[in-house]
T-cell receptor, first 112, second 114 residues
Framework: TQLLEQSPQFLSIQEGENLTVYCNSSSVFSSLQWYRQEPGEGPVLLVTVVTGGEVKKLKRLTFQFGDARKDSSLHITAAQPGDTGLYLCAGARVSNTGKLIFGQGTTLQVKP | DSGVTQTPKHLITATGQRVTLRCSPRSGDLSVYWYQQSLDQGLQFLIQYYNGEERAKGNILERFSAQQFPDLHSELNLSSLELGDSALYFC?????????????FGQGTRLTVV
C-alpha cells in the first residue's frame, strides 16, 4: 500500500511552461518534505512544510501543505532545463521517529 | 554536499555473499536512517538508529542488519545476497529523532548483485 501517491509520474514540458506536481494521502502527516534527486545522487531537501495550509516559496518553486495535512503540491513557474530531475515528496507521521514515507516520485524533463 | 558520507559508492558482488555499507552522519546528528531505492519500489525505509540504539524498523529483511557505533557512524550489513537486493542504499541523518522528520541524505551506495 502506497501511503503517498504522487502525480503525475512523468512530465515532459518545454522551457518556460508552468507545472504542478501533487502528493496525496488519506493519512495525516506531521510534516511533509519535498526532495529533488539527480541520477546517481541522493535526494536533496528542498523544503519542509509543517502547518496545515502553509505555503512556502523557493525562487520559482511554490510548495503548499493541505489544510488537513494529508496532501501537498509543488508548483514550478517558468520551468528551466536545470529543473529537470526526480521530485519526491516524503511525509513524517504524527507519532513516530522521523522516518519518512516516500511517494513514488515525479520525473520532470524540461526541454530547451 | 549534505555532510552525510557513504562508502563505497559502488559495490558489485556475487549472490550468496555478504557486504557492509558504511555511513557517517552530519556532524552533530544523532539519528541515522537507512533507505533502499529500487526501480519498482521507490524509496523504502529500512531501519533507524538514534544515539546507538535501534529506534524504528521498516521493511528490512532478516538477512539485513545494522548498527550505530559510539562515534555515531553506522553500518548496514547485507548477507546471503540475492539478485533482487540490487538497489541504491541511502543513509540519511537528522539531529533528533521524531520532530518534523527533516533528514539529509548521503550520495548512496549502488549495490549490484550478479
Amino acid at each position: 500500500t502506497q501511503l503517498l501517491e504522487q502525480s503525475p509520474q512523468f512530465l515532459s514540458i518545454q522551457e518556460g511552461e508552468n507545472l504542478t506536481v501533487y502528493c496525496n494521502s488519506s493519512s495525516v502527516f506531521s510534516s511533509l518534505q519535498w526532495y529533488r534527486q539527480e541520477p546517481g545522487e541522493g535526494p536533496v531537501l528542498l523544503v519542509t512544510v509543517v502547518t496545515g495550509g502553509e505555503v512556502k516559496k523557493l525562487k520559482r518553486l511554490t510548495f503548499q501543505f493541505g489544510d488537513a495535512r494529508k496532501d501537498s503540491s509543488l508548483h514550478i513557474t517558468a520551468a528551466q532545463p536545470g529543473d529537470t530531475g526526480l521530485y519526491l515528496c516524503a511525509g513524517a507521521r504524527v507519532s513516530n521517529t522521523g522516518k519518512l514515507i516516500f511517494g513514488q516520485g515525479t520525473t520532470l524533463q524540461v526541454k530547451p | 554536499d549534505s555532510g552525510v558520507t557513504q562508502t563505497p559508492k559502488h559495490l558489485i558482488t556475487a549472490t550468496g555473499q555478504r557486504v557492509t555499507l558504511r555511513c557517517s552522519p552530519r556532524s552533530g546528528d544523532l539519528s541515522v536512517y537507512w533507505y533502499q531505492q529500487s526501480l519498482d519500489q521507490g524509496l523504502q525505509f529500512l531501519i533507524q538508529y538514534y544515539n546507538g540504539e535501534e529506534r524504528a524498523k521498516g521493511n528490512i529483511l532478516e538477512r539485513f542488519s545494522a548498527q550505530q557505533f559510539p562515534d555515531l557512524h553506522s553500518e548496514l550489513n547485507l548477507s546471503s545476497l540475492e539478485l533482487g537486493d540490487s538497489a541504491l542504499y541511502f543513509c540519511a541523518s537528522s539531529v533528533i529523532t521524531g520532530g518534523i522528520g527533516e533528514a539529509f541524505f548521503g550520495q548512496g551506495t549502488r549495490l549490484t548483485v550478479v
